[in-house]
C-alpha cells in the first residue's frame, strides 16, 4: 500500500560516518517530520516541513540536517556531530488541512556501531 | 520544551476494568490535543482528537482547561487494547505536534 516509506528499515553506521534515511510519500501532503523516538522519551522532534524549499528545527535538531527539495521526499542526515544517533527514526506527513493527523512511516532502525 | 506530560510510563489493568490513561498539558492558550496509539507491529496512528469529541474504539478523551488535561478512557478494557498511547499536542496550525512520553497499556486476562 502506498503512503509513506521509510528505507532501510536497519541500519548499522560506524562512528564518524554521516548516514542519510529517506523517506518518501505520495499521500501529496505538504507537512512533513523527522521524530525520533527512544524508550521512554516519547517522540522528539528533529526537523519539519511545511513546504518545499522550506523547513525549521525541531527541538532536537543539532547533530541532522534534512532537505526538502521535492515535495515527494523528505531525507534526514545523521551526522558524526550527533553524540547519540543509535535510535529509531519515524518520518510522517500530515494533509493541507492542518488537522494534526499525522501519518507515519515504518521507521528506520539506526544503530552505531 | 516538553508541554505534555504523561505520568505513567506502564499501567496494568485487567480485562474489563476501567482504563484511565492520564495526560496534562502546560500552555496557557487553546491548544489542539490528540492521543495516538501504536499497537504490536503497526505504525502509529491517531486514535482521537478533542475537536472531534468522539469515541474511538469506545475511547473517550475530555479537554479539562481548568485541569489542563486530556485523560484518555475506557469503561471497560479489552485485550486488543494493549499498546503504546501517545498524547499530543499542537499550537494551531503550521505547529508541529509535541508528543508526551508515551504510556504502555497492558490489559490481561
Known amino acids: 500500500d502506498g503512503g509513506i516509506t521509510q528505507s532501510p528499515k536497519y541500519l548499522f553506521r560506524k562512528e564518524g560516518q554521516n548516514v542519510t534515511l529517506s523517506c518518501e510519500q505520495n499521500?501529496?501532503?505538504?507537512?512533513m517530520y523527522w521524530y525520533r523516538q527512544d524508550p521512554g522519551q516519547g517522540l522528539r522532534l528533529i526537523y519539519y516541513?511545511?513546504?518545499?524549499?522550506?523547513?525549521q528545527k525541531g527541538d532536537i535538531a543539532e547533530g541532522y540536517s534534512v532537505s526538502r527539495e521535492k515535495k515527494e521526499s523528505f531525507p534526514l542526515t545523521v551526522t558524526s556531530a550527533q553524540k547519540n544517533p543509535t535510535a529509531f527514526y519515524l518520518c510522517?506527513?500530515?494533509?493541507?488541512?492542518?488537522?494534526?493527523?499525522?501519518?507515519f512511516g515504518e521507521g528506520s532502525r539506526l544503530t552505531v556501531l | 520544551a516538553q508541554r505534555v506530560t504523561q505520568p505513567e510510563k506502564l499501567l496494568s489493568v485487567f480485562k474489563g476494568a476501567p482504563v484511565e490513561l492520564k495526560c496534562n498539558y502546560s500552555?496557557?492558550?487553546?491548544?489542539?490535543l490528540f492521543w495516538y496509539v501504536q499497537y504490536s507491529r503497526q505504525r502509529l496512528q491517531l486514535l482521537l482528537r478533542?475537536?472531534s469529541r468522539e469515541s474511538i474504539k469506545g475511547f473517550t478523551a475530555d479537554l479539562n482547561k481548568g485541569e489542563t488535561s486530556f485523560h484518555l478512557k475506557k469503561p471497560f478494557a479489552q485485550e486488543e487494547d494493549s499498546a503504546m498511547y501517545y498524547c499530543?499536542?499542537?499550537?494551531?496550525?503550521?505547529?508541529?505536534?509535541?508528543f508526551g512520553k508515551g504510556t504502555s497499556l497492558l490489559v490481561t486476562p
Open positions: 478533542h475537536i
Open positions: 499521500l501529496n501532503h505538504d507537512a
Open positions: 510522517a506527513t500530515e494533509g493541507r488541512e492542518n488537522t494534526g493527523e499525522l501519518f
Open positions: 516541513s511545511q513546504i518545499v524549499n522550506d523547513f
Open positions: 499530543a499536542l499542537s499550537l494551531g496550525a503550521g505547529y508541529a505536534l509535541n
Open positions: 500552555y496557557s492558550g487553546s491548544p489542539e
